[in-house]
T-cell receptor, first 115, second 113 residues
Framework: DGGITQSPKYLFRKEGQNVTLSCEQN?????MYWYRQDPGQGLRLIYY???????QKGDIAEGYSVSREKKESFPLTVTSAQKNPTAFYLC??????????????FGQGTRLTVV | AQSVAQPEDQVNVAEGNPLTVKCTYS??????LFWYVQYPNRGLQFLLK??????LVKGSYGFEAEFNKSQTSFHLKKPSALVSDSALYFC???????????FGKGNQVVVIP
């Protein structure tokens, strides 16, 4: 069953801790994205990767880090430097990226809460 | 830089009536435009896109959208709304040569039985 899988669905973090959100896709897509969703603000781009071993900062990359060591995986680490990490995080992938107009497929999201 | 505006926070419509969700965009070149739908605590689902060609685009679940270059708009429409269409709708734009996909803030659609 092809798709994009995010885990965990819910995550709680203590202040000062780093946490890593998982994103895996078996669609053989080249491009992968991480978005943050806050109520009333839509989706904001954190990082994106067009190809393995390459990624670029989005609009709100501060306090986040990513890696793209495998085509199917694009984990996001929320570091202690991110001052307001409580949000809904969405991972997406697309065959060739927005550059060529291919649509993105989204995971079911991870809701991160700082306690 | 590209951006989209979805001017209404919430759209209320009676079941069976036409549904319109508005989107205007701002880009410096030819845009690629998308509509997505999100149900509570879920990811986004692709509805339709405009790349080139016919200005009227048909998509999933009976939705369609019309690209209007002179008005820089890409409004989403459905002739007869269903209660199950109640969800959050996002418009997005990408620019050829730029791999970033920019989303609007979303419109909550409420279909009243």
């Amino acid at each position: 069953d092809g798709g994009i899988t995010q885990s965990p669905k819910y995550l709680f973090r203590k202040e000062g801790q780093n946490v890593t959100l998982s994103c895996e896709q078996n669609l053989n897509h080249d491009a992968m994205y991480w978005y943050r969703q806050d109520p009333g603000q839509g989706l904001r781009l954190i990082y994106y990767s067009q190809i393995v071993n390459d990624f670029q900062k989005g609009d709100i990359a501060e306090g986040y880090s990513v890696s793209r060591e495998k085509k199917e995986s694009f984990p996001l680490t929320v570091t202690s430097a991110q001052k307001n990490p409580t949000a809904f995080y969405l991972c997406a992938s697309s065959l060739e990226g927005a550059l060529l107009g291919t649509e993105a497929f989204f995971g079911q999201g991870t809701r991160l809460t700082v306690v | 830089a590209q951006s989209v505006a979805q001017p209404e926070d919430q759209v209320n419509v009676a079941e069976g009536n036409p549904l319109t969700v508005k989107c205007t965009y701002s880009v410096s070149g030819n845009p690629y435009l998308f509509w997505y739908v999100q149900y509570p605590n879920r990811g986004l689902q692709f509805l339709l896109k405009y790349i080139t060609g016919d200005n009227l685009v048909k998509g999933s679940y009976g939705f369609e959208a019309e690209f209007n270059k002179s008005q820089t708009s890409f409004h989403l429409k459905k002739p007869s709304a269903l209660v199950s269409d109640s969800a959050l709708y996002f418009c997005a734009v990408a620019l050829y040569g730029n791999n970033r996909l920019a989303f609007g803030k979303g419109n909550q659609v409420v279909v009243i039985p």
